[in-house]
């Protein structure tokens, strides 16, 4: 009778703690058309090969993929540590929305212990999908450089804006050549170059696409006719979704040809310096009347959006008896996508050396505007400047103008600034500074040519290059994906934790990404004398990675855990593995 308790007991234990079986769907909430997207269907706590997809009205189903996870953990409960263990199977159907709208999906089923398990429906709005224009493909619809123009004919000096885009179908991890045009012909500001490629989803003619931004340039043609430009290219290294190298193919573009057209000659003004846009023209003095050597400043501004740097302006018509001092001139505009805005203001500054009432004509400044296809001259005030005073017949002064105007006459100034003397015949050969000279550069040279051939030695052993870096590169790798935690974005955050282990055990082990596996890696860390449960805890991370990707429940601290994990797990092979 006892015995039957003792049974009776275990059985209602059993049923107590037994974990519950579970079938949820996760699949995002908003998608475009065109965009490839994952529903996760998750069967926790039990194991099937069983699974009734819905059907995926509105979508286009791509692939279907699955797989099984197991994880374990300890908590504290009733008094003392309990180990659980909780095991996924996971169902990945791969869709491609075709056109805008709300589209309810119904629940799938599995089976499992017997029993039958329906998941959760879900509801999926799809948007329009975003539209890019003015793109030329070249040979390679699925992989190519967008390189377009504002305009393709303009003036000499007028301005043209260029943007470069690559446009994938692939996975794009790196680039290994890189080639941009020189825009010979061109004068060229870069507005827009990102260190780092970040590849986004857009839509296309119908059909998604991973697109990055390369590169913006002001270009100001320097000569007219017709002006080529050499296409970008990009030797795109290409992955799999987890980072793993697959092949290499090149994005290109095809040569691009300005017309550029000489500026009219009909009505260019004899001062025309070149300026090309819509300017103001002003200026303004700080005093007229003045007494003799006493300064007189003209400030002149042009101000608008043009050219500015690649014009000058004409200077004033003074009288003989002014001394000319430097013009200084003080650039205040901004270069972006409309142009270079902004002002640069002048000073020319001049000192009157004899007294008398002068006239300072009015200065021109002449512009070509391309809107118009005109050209506008541009004045200043005349100013007249009444100089008090007497000059003075001693000084020696002689104006720094074209006609020259002696002032006063007489012994010229003697030279007060003290020199120094050096002794004849001081010869440096034979003595310690001589040969210290000789020697120092020889030893230096020497430590260099010592330096480069270990760096050249190293780099010619690659598997001994990778492993030196493996740690370096997987740092990197840590804070791109911290970025990602702070930015709150959860798929990137998981490929970039997982691209950073994987990519440290291939470097450390000598093994390509493309052979090393979970069973490989195992295997490896054991003869190279990692601890099993360094290696347990390795292959839990990926595991927790893979597949919490999709999971849309996972809060910050939970990532911050992983992020952690990670790093402590790089660190564990980092003391071991040398």
Known sequence: MKTIYTI??????????????????VAPKKVKVGQRFNIEYKLINANSNVFNAPAFNGFDALNITNFYSSSSSTVYENGKYVTKKETVKTWIVTLS?????????????????????????????????????????????????AFTFT???????????SNAKIFSRYYVGDF??????????????????PKNTQFKETSLNNKQYLVAFVQQKMLFPQKTGKLVIEPYSFTCI??????FASERKIATCSPKTIIVKPLPTAGKPNKFSGAVGEFTFKSEINQTNVQVNSAITIKVKVSGNGNFGMFEINEFEIPNSFEILEVKDNNNYKHSASGINGSITYEFSYIPRGPGEFKIPALEF?????KTEKYTTLKTEEYKIIVSGTADSTSNYMAFNNNVEK????????????????????????????????????????IIVFIRRKQLA?????????????????????????????????????EEITKALWGYLSDKLTIPKSKLTREIAIETLENKGIEKNISDEFIKIINNCEFAKYAPTLENNSLQDTYNDASQIIAKFENVLK
């Open 8 to 25: 009776i007991l275990i059985l209602l234990c059993n049923l107590i703690f037994a974990q519950k079986i579970e079938f949820v769907a």
């Open 97 to 145: 929305a075709k056109k805008a709208g709300t589209y309810p999906i119904k629940s799938a089923s599995t089976k499992a212990k017997g029993k039958t398990y329906n998941s959760n429906n879900v509801v999926i709005n799809v948007g329009k999908a975003e539209t890019a224009t003015n793109v030329s493909k070249g040979n390679n619809s699925d992989l190519f450089v």
């Open 151 to 161: 305009k393709t004919e303009a003036y000499v000096g007028e301005l043209i804006v």
């Open 176 to 193: 290994a050549d890189v080639k941009f045009p020189t825009f010979e012909g061109f004068w060229t500001h870069e507005l827009r170059a």
């Open 238 to 243: 290409l992955t799999d979704r987890w980072g």
């Open 366 to 370: 002449s512009f070509f505007n391309s």
């Open 407 to 446: 002032l006063g006459s007489d012994i010229h100034f003697i030279i007060q600034d003290s020199f120094k003397l050096k002794t004849k015949d001081n010869i440096l050969f034979g003595t310690t500074k001589f040969y210290l000279l000789l020697i120092i550069p020889l030893i230096l040279f020497l």
């Open 458 to 494: 190293l780099r010619a052993n690659t598997d001994l290059f990778n492993n030196k870096q493996a740690n370096k590169i997987s740092q990197k790798r840590l804070k791109l994906s911290k970025k990602h935690l702070t930015e709150n974005n959860k798929e990137l955050f998981f």
